[in-house]
């Protein structure tokens, strides 16, 4: 039997159909976590980035407001009854750090996700790209991949680093492990969190990112995490939420959220 969830969980990592790769009016979202049960949601989808970026799939800048009016209309019509906030899941790619500023500056967010999907050109987590995994050796990808996470830390745009191990997507997995150990050292140092993203147990890898071994190694740098489902779908909203928990407690983790950009505690 599934365990019961805890109260005030938030689901801090969901997505609209502005991305053009999600279903859903944000109120279905919210209804959803209502009905499990859940303290509140934080939509985080993708932030606008220049024209030449990934384009298809993130609103554009234009539809920045829109997407805000959607979820501040949202949190209107559950108030009360579920928090909901407004958040981002910003990319971190080296040259567009300004954009993404800039893009920060507008809007009071809540929340900011800093992810890394891309290796240069290569849209690593893209299932139309996942041949090119067997053109590379695996421990120099994961070395520049947790170089760019580690950069991401640095840069102060951030709360928190999405879906930590993500280039294990497709059942590629990190070969030695020491980059990504180094990189919670960074991230540990600039007092950011880890979404613990359980939209990898949906995935070919079938293990939530982080994996559990990197669970453990974030919670004993004194790392938080934040609950994200990475719903692009209202079905997946608090997915397995109650073995992500349990999974962060057992080795000492803490559970949080931010409003306003600032932690909060919740578990």
Known sequence: MTPPLPPHLF?????????????????????????????????????????????????????LGEYVQ?????????????????????????????????????????YVIGSVHYLGAWGFDNPEFKDEYRRRDLAALYRDYYALVEAAARSELFDSIGHL?????????????????HALDVIALHHLSLDFNTAGWRKPVAEAYPAPDLVRAAA??????????????????????????KGIHDVGGAVVTYAGRERVSAS
């Open 70 to 110: 959607m979820v501040q209309d949202t949190r209107r019509e559950f108030e009360g009854r579920l928090s909901v906030r407004l958040g981002l899941e910003a990319d971190f790619h080296p040259g567009t750090e300004a954009y993404v500023r800039e893009v920060l500056d507008e809007y009071p967010w809540d």
């Open 11 to 63: 689901d801090s990592h969901l997505h609209t159909p502005l991305c053009n790769h999600a279903a859903g009016h944000p109120r279905e979202y919210a209804q959803a976590a209502l009905d499990l049960g859940l303290g509140g949601v934080c939509f985080t989808d993708h932030i606008p980035m220049p024209e030449w970026f990934d384009a298809p799939w993130r609103m554009k800048r234009g539809q």
């Open 165 to 181: 191990d993500l280039p294990k997507k497709f059942g590629d997995l990190d070969p030695d492990g020491m980059a990504a150990l």
């Open 220 to 245: 004993a740098r004194g790392i938080t995490f934040v609950l994200g489902s990475d719903a692009h779908a209202p079905g997946e909203v608090g997915w397995r939420f109650a073995e992500a928990v």
